[in-house]
């Protein structure tokens, strides 16, 4: 079982920045490939980045790239998602997801999720 808590989330104005945090439980946190999805009311959680467990490859959707980066920290049990350049359609509950693969992009690869963090961006 793999606990994740979010931290970071907020709200701000369009333009700024934000750091999302996700500490995970797992003692095999290395062997995890981990991400970040994001949901809005009435719609289907959406795919925003992963970085596979040996973190050299990142993926990301189109509506982010170039503005959010995806990292983690294994000694910290910790991934990572810097936001920058966040615009009012970016507002939305993000969640940290973890899952036993090589990696993912699309919610039903994923095995963990953490309870989410809200992300408001105001125009």
């Known amino acids: 079982q793999v606990s994740l808590v979010e931290t970071g989330g907020g709200l701000v104005q369009a333009g700024d920045s934000l750091r999302l945090s996700c500490a995970a439980s797992a003692r095999t946190f290395d062997t995890y490939s981990m991400g970040w999805f994001r949901q809005t009311p009435g719609k289907e959680r959406e795919f925003v980045a992963a970085?596979?467990?040996?973190?050299?490859?990142?993926f990301y959707s189109d509506s982010v790239k170039g503005r959010f980066t995806i990292s983690r920290v294994n000694a910290r049990n910790t991934v990572y998602l810097q936001m920058n350049s966040l615009k009012p359609e970016d507002t939305a509950i993000y969640y940290c997801?973890?899952?036993?693969?090589?990696?993912?992009?699309?919610?039903?690869?994923?095995?963990?999720w953490g309870q989410g963090t809200q992300v408001t961006v105001s125009s």
């Open positions: 997801a973890a899952a036993f693969r090589k990696s993912f992009t699309i919610a039903t690869m994923v095995d963990y």
């Open positions: 970085i596979p467990w040996y973190g050299s490859n990142t």
